[in-house]
């Protein structure tokens, strides 16, 4: 028996207030309250392959033009730069059956401070490893600002 998949069960019910891209292969949504690192989100794949080997092609070509528009849209909308790329799938490995599901972590890093409704982001590890147990979780009528604020950057890339 198979364990559930959260990554497909996320796909299966969008929140389409966090999502700020979607395409033919992947789906790319901010994450919901936790933003230690401004903009933090993450990249989906939309079928459920395991491994980064069972990519195709075009899933390739695919990640490659988000990765670009993902880099942009971020510097203009809030100065990021550069966007941490993880694609660490532990999570899926806590217990058996294991499940996983090929997705990345987007950490933006950012030299200055930023703010947003108030609320002042400032990324004292800059330019060192970022802190993966850092939290600051937000109120989603924030969250819905920074993923509009994404996609408007994204909608000129």
Not at 14 to 24: A, G, K, S
Not at 82 to 94: D, I, K, T, Y
Not at 142 to 149: F, L, M, N, Q
Request: with cysteine; aromatic share 12%; proline share 5%.
């Amino acid at each position: 028996m198979n364990k559930p998949c959260d990554a497909c069960n996320f796909l299966k019910n969008p929140m389409p207030e966090i999502q700020i891209l979607d395409t033919n292969y992947w789906s790319v949504g901010i994450d919901r309250k936790n933003h230690a690192y401004l903009g933090r989100a993450y990249v989906t794949l939309k079928v459920h392959k395991p491994t980064l080997g069972d990519l195709s092609q075009e899933e390739w070509e695919d990640f490659q033009s988000i990765v670009k528009k993902l880099e942009k849209a971020y510097k203009d909308a809030f100065g990021a730069d550069p966007l941490n790329w993880g694609c660490f799938m532990n999570h899926a490995f806590r217990s058996e059956p294991f499940n996983p599901h090929v997705h990345w972590h987007i950490y933006p890093r950012y030299k200055t401070a930023q703010e947003i409704d108030d609320i002042k982001f400032d990324d004292s590890l800059y330019g060192n490893f970022y802190d993966n147990t850092a939290e600051r979780l937000l109120s989603e009528e924030t969250v819905s600002k920074i993923a509009s604020e994404l996609r408007q950057h994204l909608s000129t890339s």
